[in-house]
């Protein structure tokens, strides 16, 4: 057969990286620096103060904060379903809301969601106790460096429920879905595991270690 050969669009090489998530990774690099740098921070100054870290340790609720986490840690493998549901294409359910092995990208990112804002209210509450029992950003050095480092780490959190937000809302704003709403998805995945992570290792250190 003779005649000329159909030309391919170039794509780029196919061990081209995507981009997204490259970046993605990048960024995730950094906070991940500066969280290491809270750790050392809530070390040293543990290391220095042992005897108001005794104190207010016991002042701190672990089963509560245990349960909060395994909340976190949940709304994880709901992410992960998701994830695997916006691979396929598959954007929202394809039966009833009860038939959940149907359920599409769509409904896990709201479950997620769900989770990671009562994950939230659970850290409000904590602080809201803790706050009556007069213990205060500015009371002393243990409180300071707990407020900072769970804060700093609940706001990362409302950053990944505003980015779950927003790719549950163009799914409902675009007729077709594309790869970059593909990509979109599976990057948000990536900040959500990073949250969970690095909350587990707040967790350790500041409710378990003693």
């Known amino acids: 057969m003779s005649g000329p050969v159909p030309s391919i669009p170039d794509y780029g090489p196919a061990t ?3 981009m997204v998530a490259v970046g ?4 995730l690099s950094s906070e991940l620096m500066f969280f290491a740098a ?3 921070f809530y070390f040293s100054l ?5 005897t108001q870290w005794a104190e207010r340790s016991e002042m701190l609720n ?16 709901w992410c992960q379903l998701g994830v695997w549901r916006a691979e396929r294409g598959q954007v929202a359910r394809t039966g009833s809301l009860l038939q959940v092995k149907q359920w599409g990208m769509r409904e896990w990112y709201v479950l997620t969601y769900i989770f990671g804002s009562i994950f939230i209210a659970g ?7 803790l706050v009556s029992e007069g213990v205060t950003l500015s009371t002393d050095s243990y409180s300071s460096i707990f407020y900072l480092a769970t804060g700093f780490h609940g706001i990362h959190v409302t950053g990944g429920l505003i980015a779950f937000l927003l790719i549950i809302g163009r799914t409902f704003t675009t007729r077709r879905y594309t790869h970059l ?11 959500w595991h990073f949250v969970d992570v690095v909350w587990i290792a707040l967790f350790a250190m500041i409710y378990l270690l003693k």
């Open 181 to 191: 709403q593909e990509t979109g998805a599976v990057v948000t995945s990536y900040y």
């Open 46 to 50: 543990r290391g220095t103060l042992p």
């Open 24 to 27: 993605t990774m990048v960024w």
């Open 123 to 129: 850290q409000v509450y904590e602080y809201a106790k």
């Open 16 to 18: 081209r990286p995507n």
């Open 62 to 77: 672990v089963p509560f904060a245990f349960a909060n986490t395994i909340i976190l840690v949940i709304s994880s493998i």
């Open 38 to 40: 809270l750790f050392a």
